[in-house]
């Protein structure tokens, strides 16, 4: 509506709110007001150029800020940063980004100098600067115009577009008034038509110039204007500069050559051999490795870039008939490679369908039918064979382990009862090869000699080169069981049937482990002694299961060396006649005196646990002697005190005499006895224990009942130092087992002589203390005879149990942390023989990552997706690196300065966007490439012509430089045609008028296959025009 219009309204409005007043003056007061409105709002367009003007002042791009110049390269390698914006024009919502180089800005001296010479907006400066043309990676607009700081207004929406040309002039006006509004030097760009096609325009102001930023796109190159002599026909017709001659035109040109066949180069990666898990080349060839590298050549294109930086227009001919542009006589080569993406790659492989079991939930009855793990006495169980095995007598003959077929024999019956033998998803030679693997001590040739070691079980564990990660990643040693069985089952995962694969193997281990419990074998690469909290839990529990069978084996042995004693006892009992019978009874007596002898060679494991039951008669003869010996004391009081307490019973269970210590009453040296081991424990144990514990509370109840269920150890060995000293005081074990609970102090008698007071600390003298209650309570018996600490028939059952219990899912995420150690380690070995430097930066964020996540039971999935996605990386970049180093024969250079360089040469290209070619053409590098290109030209070539041409390479194969062969054969070049080539140039003239301002012109131009472009910066001198 036009403003006349509105006037023409005016009166009638006025009209109507007299009325309105007259009716309304004698009940509301209030209505004398008049509404008043405001005919000077500002429209949208003027709120979208006022909210421009906003966002540079916010951003503190007003004014001019002198920095330092560019150097060379910077565009590439220096650190661009960006901030962006929402603005809206209506209901057209626009973003408002600024890009600019990160520098140091000029002093204030620096500044003052810099703008007397100069005064020129920076982005006009950028338009002649040579130091950054062709940047390799770089914002599009910094590539055609090296600008260095710069604003873009763009359509929010992804596929909204600006393509009417009354909106381009809108956008267009409303940055110019913008600029000029704020004296913003930054150059402002409006992105026009569809983002695909890239297409800006845009405006620069300084005092009293202006850069107008311009851009034709076309899907076709015109015939006209393909070559160089076309394009200064442009240029100069857009700057139409009046003076005569015209100043010299600076021009850059570079082209672009493509190789993407290479059929002439097989690919180095050999593919794993399927045949050889089967072929009895599993053991340490196979299934002891993961396998890596590529099954497809990671680099799909080669550029090569051939550029001529300095030239001025007379010097070089390009037309659409003769052109100088040669790409072997271009002063500099540069080359860059483009990578495949997302490469098939054999470790990356395995672990992403490892990792992907941590998501099913099938458990293994599911995958492979009923339960094998049931025993077959449960299917056939009658009263009368249950009886018969009630009354069976335990046999004390070890069976010997054979082989591994003879180990799982039994089980392997019952599994195919429920399942036929073709239906199992791992073939009879491959799980028997795996259990091989996994248990080396069952070969029957190696048997006893591993045997011995397998007693020990003692694992150095030696990580390749000093990589000691299981404790950073609580996975488990290189050499475990643990480690091992992770890599078959990752294995089994891939080749042989997936996750019903792996439930068979699982189902297999644990009956291996029930065959090794009930027959008292030792698990092998495990470490001896107590659960290791800093592996996996599974590690743990097959540790524990260790645990179980050494006791259990020991109590056996026991057992048996009672029962031989027996026997040998008896046959001479009968050998000897009536009247020795004293002396039997003295050598009973010596024998139980010295019991304790033996028990400094071995621990008391070694007295069986069965002895409960042997010495089970005795337990009635135990409590008349305590009662003797109490009415002893109590008659003995008056007399000789503690004298005869120590003649009631004789010392059992010593391991060594102490020192120095004594005991305090009698005086007798101070034993330390032979004391039962703390039972060991996993960590969901000490877990289950610590929330049992926490839900007592903080009553005085709760926390006597938490004391008493600690102080089972503590009971245990009380039991065992009364047993080894007779006579001894709660004094004296404190001195042993708690010295710092004895103190020892200098005091002053009532006499004035100065005497050592020795007591119980403060807390031992807590009334209701625990371990006054415990020693009180304490009898003295030996640790050989009393109740296990440690109850490793229950605890073995608790382990198979849980073992049984575990879904494919559980058991995967259990061994997760062991199949990324080993893939670590796997990616740190093949770049050790690389020597990559960026390898090595994503190993050490691998390992500093993994370490944080996996401390944790339950880690996140994420996350560990990620460190999955750099190990792949890592064997990616290790690929890549082999295919070029094949592509450029590296191995085959004989020259030690040449392969160095070569080596330089590969190595850049991985690290780095763009590599220049030393030499150009003429280099060891550039004959090679040069080779490349030729011979990729040839194999494209289809006449007959082209399949008669001579190899590049002389009769004793080396190579042959590119100028040696264009002398030889007299062709002009062999390259193909460039892919693409860029032209720039660049002018200084005074526009638009002879006498108006010298400023700077540039005009970058591109031209592919299906598309050219123009993208030109023309300055005018807005002062004298």
Known sequence: MSLHQEAGLRPQCTANKQTDFKMAADSDPESEVFEITDFTTASEWERFVSKIEEVLNNWKLIGSTAKIPLEKGELTSGVWEEKSDEISFADYKFSITHHYLKQEALTDKEFKVESEEDALPEAMQDLLSMNNDFPPRAHCLVRWYGLREFVVISPAASSDAVISESKCNILLSSISIALGNTGCQVTLFVQIQQKSRRMYVGACEGPGVRTDFE?????????????????????????????????????????????????????????????????????????????????????????????????????????????????????????????????????????????????????????????????????????????????????????????????????????????????????????????????????????????????????????EEGYSLYSQFKSAPSDSLTYKLALCLCMVNFYHGGMRGVAHLWQEFVLEMRYRLENNYLVPGLATGPPDLKCCLLHQKLQML????????????????????????????????SKGTPECSDNKEFVKENKGEPSQQKSWESWSDSEDEFFECLSDTEELKDSEMKEGTAKGEGKDGGKKETQKWRPEGRLHQHGKLTLLRTGDPLYIPVTQEPAPMTEDLLEEQSEVLAKLGTSAEGAHLRARMQSACLLSDMESFKAANPGCCLEDFVRWYSPRDYIEEEVTDEAGDKVIRKELSARMKIPGNMWVEAWETAKPIPARRQRRLFDDTREAEKVLHYLVGLKPADLTRHLLPCILHAALLKVKEEESIEDIPSVRKIIQHIITHASKLLRYSNPDIKKLEEIINQIIASEAIIARSRSLQAKFGIKKCEKEEEREELERFVSSLLEEPEVPV????????????????????????????????????????????????????????????????????????????????????????VMLKDDFRLAGAFSSDTSFF
């Open 215 to 463: 851009m034709i796109h076309l899907r076709k190159v015109p015939n006209q204007y393909n070559h160089l002599s076309g394009l200064l026909d442009i240029f100069k017709s857009k700057i139409g500069c009046p003076l005569t001659p015209l100043p010299p035109i600076s021009v850059a040109i570079r082209f672009t050559y493509v190789l993407q066949d290479w059929q002439q180069y097989s690919w180095p990666q050999q593919p794993p051999d399927f045949d050889a898990l089967v072929g009895g080349e599993v053991g340490g060839l196979e299934f002891g490795k993961l396998p890596f590298g590529a099954c497809e050549d990671p680099i799909s294109e080669l550029h090569l870039a051939t550029t001529w930086p300095h030239l001025t227009e007379g010097i070089i001919v390009d037309n659409d008939v003769y052109s100088d542009l040669d790409a072997l006589q271009a002063p500099q080569w540069s080359v860059r490679v483009r990578k495949a993406d997302n490469p098939q790659c054999l470790l990356g492989d395995f672990l992403t369908e490892f990792f992907k079991l941590c998501r099913r939930k099938e458990s293994t009855d599911e995958l492979l039918g009923r339960s094998a793990f049931e025993d077959e006495s449960k299917e056939n169980a009658d009263i009368s064979q249950a009886l018969q095995k009630l009354t069976e007598p335990t046999a004390v003959h070890m069976p010997r382990l054979s082989t591994m077929s003879n180990m799982v024999h039994s089980a392997r019956k019952r599994i195919h009862r429920h399942r036929r033998v073709e239906e199992s998803p791992i073939s009879n030679e491959v799980l028997n090869s795996i259990l091989l693997f996994l248990f080396p001590d069952a070969v029957a040739d190696a048997f006893n000699a591993k045997r011995s070691a397998s007693r020990g079980s003692n694992i150095a564990t030696f990580e």
């Open 546 to 577: 260790n645990c179980c069978i050494e006791r259990k084996k020991a109590r056996d042995d026991g057992r048996k060396q009672a029962t031989e004693n027996a026997l040998g006892g008896s046959m001479e009992r009968k050998a000897s006649n």
């Open 918 to 1005: 030393i030499g150009a053409g003429r280099g060891p590098t550039g004959s090679i490439i040069y080779k490349l290109f030729v011979n990729a030209q040839r194999l494209a070539e289809s006449t007959e012509e082209a399949a008669t041409l001579t190899p590049i390479e002389d009769e004793s194969g080396k190579p042959v430089s590119s100028d040696e062969h264009r002398s030889s054969s007299g062709a002009l070049s062999e390259f193909p045609p460039p892919t693409g080539r860029e032209i720039i140039l660049r002018t200084t003239v005074p526009r638009p008028a002879p006498y108006s301002k010298s400023l700077p012109q540039r005009m970058y131009c």
